[in-house]
């Protein structure tokens, strides 16, 4: 093929954005829904949001879960509801989605960041103890786009040296670890529900958890923080209700979801198989006992050895027509919002993976012959890379 | 009539809530709702949610409009976006829904509860005047159930004492104020859409705002807090997105709000000629140079002059089948979550109002006729006041 960035014809008519999410059709709510708008019953935990409460705990194996509209809004709950005092120190990834240190500030904690594994790009636990102090109290760690960490030795850790579990889960609802679906580990764990999510029920999230008063004093902040003696409010509360319709598209979506994320994993074998061979990319390691939804399928790119750099690879493929992404660029330490906690730690696992990685896009509908093409451009854009070289980089200085 | 608390049967065979949200037929919405569904675009800020922007700002007559999930999430926002110092103090009323101290409290900020006006229920501008100290950054007044705030007197306070004024017009929108629409007073004012409002979206809530850095700074809010220079955030953020079936509702309804709003002051005013002439009721004034959107028909119970207490005439309107509530009871400055804030200040007219108001449904499709049944249920009560009290009060005492 001859590349779109020289010349060719893009690889894709239509592009392939990052994500393609796949919806029930309307006519599968129809009839739900018109009943819920003619009631007026559209929000307000009706039936369809405690029916999909019930679904979720049964399917992730936790008593109690709490739908949201939101997952930011269930991830924000959740640590409110945890009473962790003001002004203490959470410790959580650099290098994931930002909403999961926005959580902790929001609620007056001090996020603190700690490293990556380099393998499997999630909390390093061994950084992440070195980083406990007295101001310590907890850990808020997150699977990478669907790549459960290490929860085990997370556990562990958090037994060991007396500091709290959490987890922002919010890519993770299909994934597995142990056998287990997430939602059930730590002492709660949130799940969003966002249009670009494996599971997902336009915008919502949702928290799972074994804790009844955890639980409780989450649904009240759901609703204001009412306590249910009228107007008064146990918590600053705010409103993280779910619509209703929403709820529908989840109710919908469930049954399926193991079958989605079985070909997903498909979808990343045949990846992992189409980059073969191609040299100087490293991929994402899928976290050992665990089971990834692959939101995504990531490598980093190594320059020496592909011959260009991520930068340069993604804008050859972008000419294709194809969205390639660099996610969490900057890290979440570097971020504009968290300059007042001070000079950023160096944090050299989440800064490499930050400055090297691609994302490519990975769909629950998408077919084999997708996933070739995709390849097939990357494998290109390698055999093509000093011509992709010379068209991208100008030269320095007149004459040169 | 029979009163049902005496043993006659209830007025209203099918309950009478509190609200009854009028909201479209699925079919308006379906084929524009399966698009999205079928496209993926569902949230995100897609067309819908822009479009509902552009008619809002319209409708208003603001510059800047933002969407939101919710109004609450509006609120959060407006206040982050304005940058208030960290531990300022906010004067607000004690006598309105809590979410807009929470709003305050969200971000880091001290409310400062304030008296309201004994007849129209809303902020008091000599009250908050005689609040204001060296650590007041802003006040957030609030329309009262739909009955504007003293508009010009708060802006008169606010520029002549320096203090920044915004409004939580939660269910201000449809009602106006000196000949406008709410939602362009101030530096900015949010709604709320939720589905018990006058104008509704299921879920949803809204910024206006003629303020461009205002608007940008919320607008990066609602999106994590992200400045457009890929992953970084400007702010600590959270979601406050709304969904594209939400906008659709809300499109739909926006060019009837006016009619609705009509319809509910002529609901509003048989209200008050059916009340009529019952002793002991002092009914909430509308706002001078002010439209209501009536979210409710309220008034005040005076137990010696109607003969019973208010929570007795509710108890007696319940057994009718018909929704009287009593709201914001505990008014917001005795609130079990501000506990923390200190002994909180006496304020008689927001505790007399809490403790002797009643609200009576007022819905957008409401008849003369419900209208008239709900007036002759009060003045039924009123009438049996001796038998209804004797029902009510048992013996103190054995033998007594």
């Known amino acids: 093929m001859t590349l779109a960035l020289l010349g060719g014809r893009p690889a894709f008519d239509k592009k392939l954005d990052i994500v393609r999410p796949v919806l029930p059709r309307l006519e599968a709510l129809a009839p739900r829904f018109q009943e819920a708008l003619a009631s007026g019953q559209v929000t307000n935990m009706g039936p369809h949001s405690r029916a999909l409460e019930a679904a979720l705990a049964a399917y992730v194996g936790v008593k109690h879960c709490a739908v949201f509209c939101n997952g930011e809004a269930a991830l924000i709950a959740m640590l409110q509801a945890a009473r962790l005092p003001r002004g203490a120190e959470v410790i959580t990834p650099a290098y994931t989605f930002s909403g999961t240190a926005h959580g902790i ?58 500091v709290r579990l959490f987890f922002d889960s919010a890519s993770g609802c299909g994934s597995r670890y142990g056998g287990r679906p997430l939602g059930g580990f730590g002492e709660a764990e949130m799940f969003s529900f966002h249009a670009t999510k494996v599971y997902l029920t336009m915008e919502g999230g949702a928290l799972c958890t074994n804790d009844p008063a955890l639980f409780e004093a989450a649904t009240m902040i759901r609703n204001f923080g009412k306590n249910g003696r009228e107007a008064d409010c146990e918590f600053v509360g705010f409103n993280g209700k779910m619509t209703e319709v929403c709820a529908l ?25 189409g980059l073969r061979g191609i040299p100087g990319l490293r991929h994402q390691r899928a976290q050992r006992g665990g089971v990834s939804s692959w939101l995504y399928y990531q490598f980093l790119v190594d320059e020496e050895a592909f011959g260009l750099t991520r930068d340069e ?24 919002c968290y300059r007042h906690l001070g000079t950023p730690p160096v944090l050299p696992a989440a800064e490499h993976v930050a400055s090297h990685s691609v994302a490519l896009p990975l769909y629950s509908d998408m077919t084999m012959d997708e996933v070739d093409r995709v390849t097939a451009c990357v494998r290109a854009v390698h055999e093509e890379r000093d011509a992709v070289r010379a068209r991208l980089r100008r030269p320095v200085g007149v004459g040169a």
Chains 1, 2 share one sequence.
């Open 313 to 336: 690879l993604i804008m050859a493929l972008t000419a294709e027509n194809l969205a390639a992404r660099r996610f969490n660029f900057p890290c979440n330490h570097q971020l504009s």
């Open 249 to 273: 598209v989840g109710l919908e979506l469930l049954p399926g979801l193991d079958a989605v994320v079985e070909h997903r994993n498909r979808v990343a074998e045949r990846y992992q198989q």
């Open 105 to 162: 500030a929001q609620n007056g904690l001090v996020p603190v960041f700690a490293d990556i594994h380099p393998e499997t790009w999630t909390l390093d636990p061994a950084d992440a103890e070195g980083r406990i102090t007295s101001r310590t109290a907890a850990i808020l760690a997150a699977p990478l786009y669907g790549n459960p960490a290490d929860n085990d030795a997370l556990a562990d850790l958090a037994a060991r040296r007396g």
